[in-house]
């Protein structure tokens, strides 16, 4: 399993993992529980951006990658 597969997986396992929070929090929120609870999606929410912003970023850098090649064997 390449870098590439392993930040795919691990994206959507942190989505997953997001979603359930959320969900807890609401719940929890609704219920009058203690307003920390309101916070607990954020750092599955940080993992996300981290890992969207690099899977965003990888077909630029490939093409980026590609045309450096092209030029080095013109």
């Not at 396992?13 to 979603?19: L, N």
């Not at 719940?27 to 920390?36: D, E, G, L």
């Amino acid at each position: 399993m390449n870098s590439n597969s392993r930040f795919r997986q691990i994206h959507r396992w942190t989505a997953i993992v997001f979603t359930v929070t959320v969900i807890v929090a609401t719940i929890a929120v609704s219920m009058k529980a203690a307003i920390w609870f309101s916070y607990l999606p954020l750092l599955p929410l940080a993992v996300l951006l981290l890992s969207g912003l690099y899977l965003f970023v990888l077909p630029y850098r490939r093409r980026a990658a590609g045309s450096r090649r092209a030029i080095a064997t013109a």
